[in-house]
Nanobody, 124 residues
Framework: QVQLVESGGGTVQAGDSLRLSCAAS????????MGWFRQAPGKGREFVAA?????????YYADSVKGRFTISRDNTKSTVYLQMNSLKPEDTAVYFC????????????????WGQGTQVTVSS
């Protein structure tokens, strides 16, 4: 089973940008739909974005991040990215990448592979 390791989190000010990376261990990475989720203290895990490359690079975003965040992937490096621009304090959370075989889904329970998470803190 593929293993995922996130990096790139940190503490920034509102309006700043961050790029998260998620490196996968398995050569079949290209077969996976990859998603980013986040979890703020006291809240459930929230869908952020997902990407699949079975038919081009189809992407899907939560309304709360549409136009600010961009998900991309480099299958040659087995890595998925989340470029986060115009960050807001409400974006503060632990961000997780996740993988699943099959089409894009926004429900966390449909993803069977998870990274350990990386903290993103946005101060006002």
């Amino acid at each position: 089973q593929v293993q995922l390791v996130e990096s790139g989190g940190g503490t920034v000010q509102a309006g700043d940008s961050l790029r998260l990376s998620c490196a996968a261990s398995e050569y079949t990475f290209s077969m996976y739909t990859m998603g980013w989720f986040r979890q703020a203290p006291g809240k459930g895990r929230e869908f952020v974005a997902a990407i699949i490359t079975s038919s081009g690079s189809t992407t899907y975003y939560a309304d709360s991040v549409k136009g600010r965040f961009t998900i991309s992937r480099d299958n040659t490096k087995s890595t998925v990215y989340l470029q986060m621009n115009s960050l807001k304090p409400e974006d503060t959370a632990v961000y997780f990448c996740a993988g699943r075989r099959g089409n894009i889904r926004s429900s966390a329970v449909t993803y069977d592979t998870w990274g350990q998470g990386t903290q993103v803190t946005v101060s006002s």
